[in-house]
């Protein structure tokens, strides 16, 4: 993900106010600090226990709000896409009627497609298949033929319209409130004064916003604990070393020297280069795998698993398994959307930043289509070669995947392929800038909310960042100490379950709002 303050759009029409000399909340970030200690310090120091209370959190969570976070993942694309196609879908995102959109629709899609993800489309595009075909959904017949189609198209589900909606909710709160409403907003309680009044100016407006950090913290903690192996696991086959722990610390150890170097430089534009570069690296591998591996079987199954997803969609998305309780859609649907929700206002605010000239309905339709699609371009052919090798007997990846984990997984996958050294490599460097690049964006965000008042163009102070972009590394090094698939999840589901009552009152003071100017 990537958020760079010199992209800030200036749009002239917006109330001058008086320059302010910008100073940090520190209460803010000791308050902050000392939540992430009282979670880090007793998993340090109890770890089997530590492990043994995160499953029951996992399971409590996901069993008791299943209910919750499938609707609202329903009722977030059923709201969007009534409201693209409404006559309030022509509503244009900027203060001049007549402005033509900043970012031409192909460079606001890729733009939109790249904060949306990091390492974690690499990793589970080519693997999350492995986990159903064993264990299936719908009470389905395991490891039999059918389920590859079925695991795959599962897992474009997972990453498809109704995640991607899941995102745009923020995007489109925020985004009105900026040029629509002229008000400039760097805290995401204000997105929420349409349903709470000025309630937001006091303490449930500082709850909101601990809420939107403590998201990201843990939405990154996931993918920071997810992806982190898969670079130090890519990056110790090319030097022939043996990874592990110390490996995967200092691989967040260096993205955080990257973003701490870039940030204290001004290289904000060149680190943006770098990882429009990675970006471009990691879709000529999968280009490249499309091209070597089986061509004609992963475009034929990426049409068949696509087809069970469109087929299956409102079967999938209100699945609960009351009766049977398998658990499948806890653990893995529920899972998700709290991942997706834990994000979703920080992707928000970056969506804000270079969206302004298009209307509502270019940004919703722009945004479930181009992000459902992209996602699903790299589930169909790294899930489909990973699927291919398992059904020539050259690879048995699920197996893998169940006994090793995701991380391992993926590297035995791309150790197939021709050239895999340099493959690796690639895998490792575009990786490595992808999470930098998130740690930099989300630092950034965070620390506008732990500034006291930021006007137009002032940015947080550098320090303030460098806080933030160290205090994100403390949850996912904690986690990555415990291990286990389930402890990264879980980070994403405690803190997705209060940000998605943030994202209910958005919807709420989108409509009012919406209603209210077009009465
Ligand atoms: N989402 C899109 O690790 C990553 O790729 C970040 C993950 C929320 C599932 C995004």
């Not at 909340?25 to 226990?49: G, K, T």
């Not at 499948?328 to 930043?353: D, K, L, N």
């Not at 992808?434 to 930021?454: G, H, I, N, P, R």
């Not at 806080?467 to 997705?496: D, E, H, N, R, Y």
Request: charged share 15%; aromatic share 12%; proline share 3%.
């Amino acid at each position: 993900m990537n958020i760079k303050t010199k992209e800030i759009p200036k749009d002239t029409e917006i109330t001058d106010t008086p320059v302010k000399t910008v100073e940090t909340n520190h209460r803010m970030q000791v308050i902050s600090l000392l939540i992430i200690a009282s979670v880090a310090i007793p998993i340090i120091a109890f770890p089997e226990a530590a492990k043994v209370n995160i499953n029951v959190v996992f399971k409590w969570m996901t069993n008791t709000f299943d209910f919750a976070f499938l609707s609202i993942g329903l009722a977030a694309l059923i709201f969007l896409l009534s409201l693209a196609f409404s006559r309030h879908g022509s509503i244009k995102l900027s203060a001049d009627k007549d402005a033509a959109p900043e970012f031409s629709k192909g460079a606001w899609g890729a733009m939109v497609f790249l904060a949306g993800i990091a390492s974690g489309l690499v990793l589970w595009g080519g693997t999350e298949w492995g986990y159903h075909y064993a264990w299936t959904p719908f009470g389905l017949e395991a490891k039999s033929l059918e389920m590859y189609t079925v695991a795959q198209g599962y897992g474009i589900f997972h990453w498809g319209p109704t995640a991607w909606a899941l995102y745009c909710v923020p995007t489109i709160a925020i985004s009105y409130i900026y040029y629509v409403r002229k008000k400039h907003i760097y805290k995401v309680s204000e997105s929420c004064r349409g349903a709470l009044g000025n309630l937001v100016d006091g303490p449930l407006g500082t709850i909101i916003n601990y809420t939107f950090i403590f998201g990201v913290l843990g939405a990154a903690a996931t993918s920071l604990g997810l992806g982190t192996p898969m670079i130090s696991g890519a990056l110790a086959e090319v030097l022939g070393v043996s990874s592990g722990i110390y490996m995967d610390m200092t691989v967040i150890l260096v993205c955080t020297a990257i973003f701490s170097v870039s940030s204290g430089l001004g290289l904000s534009q060149g680190i943006k280069r770098l990882s429009t570069f990675s970006t471009l690296l990691t879709l000529a591998i999968v280009a490249y795998i499309l091209v070597v591996g089986p061509t004609k079987f992963i475009i034929g199954l990426g049409m068949d698993s696509l087809g069970y997803a469109l087929e299956n969609y409102i079967k999938m998305s209100t699945w609960t398994d009351s009766v049977n309780k398998s658990g499948f859609p806890q653990a893995w649907t529920v899972f998700y959307w709290a991942w997706w929700v834990a994000y979703a206002p920080f992707m928000g605010m970056f969506v804000t930043r270079i969206s302004r000239g298009r209307t509502i309905r270019e940004v919703i339709t722009g945004m479930l289509t181009y992000g459902s699609l992209g996602c699903a371009l790299f589930y169909m052919v790294l899930g489909g070669y990973g699927i291919n090798l398992q059904m020539t007997d050259v690879l048995q990846v699920s197996e893998l995947v169940n006994s090793e984990g995701v991380a391992t997984a993926i590297i035995e996958i791309f150790k197939t392929l021709p050239a895999s050294g340099l493959i690796l490599l690639c895998v490792a460097a575009s990786g490595i800038v992808l999470l930098a690049t998130t740690f930099d964006s989300a630092a950034y965000v965070m620390a506008c909310t732990t500034t006291k008042e930021l006007d137009e163009g002032q940015e947080p102070e550098r320090s303030n960042r460098l806080f933030w972009c160290f205090a994100i590394a403390i949850l996912p090094l904690t986690l990555m100490f415990l291990g286990g698939l389930k402890s990264m999840q879980t980070a994403s589901v405690l803190v997705g379950l209060p940000v998605m009552a943030i994202l209910v009152l958005m919807m709420i003071t989108t409509i009012k709002y919406i209603n209210e100017d077009n009465a």
